[in-house]
Nanobody, 124 residues
């Protein structure tokens, strides 16, 4: 069973930055794509970004393109989400997700494994 552990959430003022981390077991064997999603209570989970662990290819949601960057460190079995120019609309629980197929899908139902989430709160 793949296990994902997120860290790095917290509170920040608008315009600030945060960097989230997600470490996954079996990163170099079973995991082919890793992604970040976010969710506000009462709303559907929203895709943020995805990265292919093999090629490093990435894809972003329109709402974060140019402000957020997803990256990976294979030696550390970790994927990162650098979030810049944060605004209150970015406030959400952020989840790391992984799947054993190499696609840049932003659809949550395609992901097999999920972390427990880390809260990001942006104040105005």
């Amino acid at each position: 069973q793949v296990q994902l552990v997120e860290s790095g959430g917290g509170s920040v003022q608008g315009g600030g930055s945060l960097k989230l981390s997600c470490t996954g077991s079996e990163y170099t064997t079973r995991i082919k794509s890793m992604a970040w999603f976010r969710q506000i209570p009462g709303k559907e989970r929203e895709a943020v970004a995805v990265i292919l662990t093999g090629s490093g290819g990435t894809r972003y949601a329109d709402s974060v393109r140019g402000r957020f960057a997803i990256s990976q460190d294979k030696m550390k079995n970790t994927v990162y989400l650098q979030m810049n120019s944060l605004n209150p609309e970015d406030t959400a629980m952020y989840y790391c997700a992984a799947k054993n197929s190499a696609t840049l899908s932003l659809m949550s139902y395609t992901y097999n494994f999920w972390g427990q989430g880390t809260q990001v709160t942006v104040s105005s």
